[in-house]
């Protein structure tokens, strides 16, 4: 997983853990029948294993054409049918990484559900939910979207995003709104409304790492959506505050010289200046002189000086900055 991989492996037929699915980042694939553990596929709680299961054969699947004779029964098949459900997610989301994919396959823990009595086999439609779901919180970062916006911009089937949409709804991870328009929906723990609760924290160490956990999910929103350095200077043109956190997450993806200016202008700016400055901290590198020249000035004006000189994190990294500078 470390490189980006997700491994899978069969659990073992007898009872026993079995290796390699028992190798810590293995994905250990149980054997499911009717949505429950068979009696040779046994979950150990102490170490959690397997971490998923999927049917016992292929037969009356999608795959039942992948193998000689779909009848047959055991672990390998659940986890060429685990693999092939992440295939499938990794597809209608590749910027995904694969500890996110993983979370779409296995949202909560086998042991607990097991304890509950409840089915705990890999659904295929409820990991394709959990993926929509994904795509369209990130799309909703940027702005609200009536149904047929949200289809089109995520690619996702008219089917799979109506399911999603009121899941998350009936979760209260989305609510709806009403305009001239129709229906919209709209994301309340967007990184706007996350950054403005961090902003009117007392400034101080709590404050810095809630802004840094911020600004590691806005990356993450980034890298998933696949923001160019285009698109990072369009979102920095507009007025909203999240959507401007967003732009200068995209610029830790695409730290290119056409979007060093955005750095530059997001120090200077009150509301972003703490992101910026790490984000040009990160950077410092991949400036030529005379942005370096213009880093210096900025963080060195009476405008920027007064605003930081009641925050010593600020000034400690506004120094760290100046003594790398040229």
């Known amino acids: 997983m470390a490189s980006g991989t997700l491994i899978f492996a069969a659990g073992g037929n007898t009872g026993n853990p079995f290796w390699p699915a028992w190798q810590p980042g293995v994905i250990a694939v149980g054997a499911s029948r009717e949505g429950r553990p068979t009696e040779y596929s046994v979950h150990f709680p102490d170490s959690r294993k397997p971490d998923i299961f999927a049917p016992e054969s292929l037969m009356g699947t ?4 992948w193998v000689r004779d ?4 055991g672990t390998s098949f659940s986890a060429l049918y685990a693999a092939a459900v992440a295939a499938l997610v990794w597809a209608n989301y590749r910027n995904m ?8 396959l296995v949202p909560s823990s086998v042991g607990a559900a097991l304890a509950g009595g409840g089915p705990v086999a890999l659904d295929v439609q409820s990991a394709l939910e959990r993926m929509a779901g994904l795509k369209i919180r990130d799309l909703l970062e940027t702005d609200d979207m009536e149904p ?5 911009e995520s690619g996702v089937s008219t089917d799979l995003m109506t399911r999603a949409l009121d899941q998350m709804v009936k979760q209260g991870t989305l609510e709806t709104v009403a305009d001239e328009n129709g229906k919209l929906y709209w994301f309340p ?6 950054y403005a609760g961090v902003r009117a ?12 956990a911020l600004m590691h999910d806005a990356r993450d929103v980034a890298r998933r959506r696949g923001l160019s350095a285009s698109d990072a200077r369009v979102l920095w043109a507009s007025d ?23 750095v530059l202008d997001g120090i200077a700016d009150s509301r972003s200046g703490f992101h910026a400055m790490v984000l040009a901290n990160n950077i410092i590198a991949t400036l030529t002189p005379n942005q370096q020249i213009e880093l210096r000035n900025i ?8 605003r930081i000189q009641d925050d010593n994190d600020r000034r400690t990294l506004a120094s760290t900055i100046l003594s790398k500078l040229l």
């Open 148 to 152: 047929m916006r949200l289809a089109s």
């Open 70 to 73: 779909p009848n047959h029964k």
């Open 97 to 104: 990484s694969a500890a996110e994919v993983r979370r779409v």
């Open 62 to 65: 999608a795959l039942a054409g």
């Open 299 to 306: 963080l060195e004006s009476p405008q920027t000086k007064a």
């Open 189 to 194: 723990a967007r990184i706007e409304a996350r």
């Open 201 to 212: 924290q007392t400034p101080g160490m709590e404050r810095t790492l809630a802004q840094e």
């Open 240 to 262: 909203q505050l999240g959507t401007r956190i967003l732009a200068l997450a995209s610029v830790y993806e695409h730290p290119e010289a056409e979007t060093i200016d955005i």
